[in-house]
């Protein structure tokens, strides 16, 4: 039975009870980005786990789920508050790192991931956080240029 297109959906926060749900959407984000490799998606799913588990427990972590009335979580959203430097563009003491951005397929192009990611970026407002980043997949990037992200000149090395 496929969902009803008329479900209406409640926000709701993450709680450390979901760690499990945010692995679970982020391995299907990167299979969806094209990375079908088991053992890289079970590599990541194992050493982000921990890592988020604790980051949900000191609130460093912070996620939203759109929920349908039977409690199906239909899509997600999450924010990692990051210690920041003070600098030109930003005297604050933290940045929003938006991540792990997910609609199960069946939810798909009803506003969920819009929705979410206003609610994530009304909350850096609200705690007066001057930049959010994320890194954006091909399907993702037309909403997040929509909402007014733009590319920046930032370089990575890996080591």
């Known amino acids: 039975m496929s969902p009803n297109p008329s479900e209406p959906f409640q926000i709701r926060p993450a709680t450390p009870a979901d760690a499990e749900t945010i692995i679970q959407h982020r391995r299907a984000m990167f299979f969806d980005m094209g990375y079908r490799d088991a053992a890289w998606l079970d590599g990541v799913a194992a050493s982000f786990l921990p890592w988020v588990r604790q980051k949900l427990g000191t609130g460093e972590y912070l996620g939203w789920f759109a929920v349908t009335g039977d409690g199906a979580i239909a899509a997600g ?3 990692w508050l990051l210690d920041w430097f003070p600098n030109q563009l930003d005297r604050g003491s933290l940045r929003g790192y938006i991540l792990n951005v997910y609609t199960e397929p069946d939810y798909r192009r009803r506003g969920l991931a819009r929705r979410l990611m206003q609610i994530t970026l009304d ?11 994320l890194h954006a997949s091909d399907e993702g990037r037309p909403l ?8 920046t000149n930032e370089m990575r090395m890996e080591l």
Not at 123 to 133: F, G, K, L, P, S
């Open 77 to 79: 959203a999450g924010l």
């Open 123 to 133: 909350h850096c407002r609200e705690q007066e956080i001057a930049i959010a980043t």
């Open 144 to 151: 997040y240029e929509a909402l007014g992200f733009k590319a």
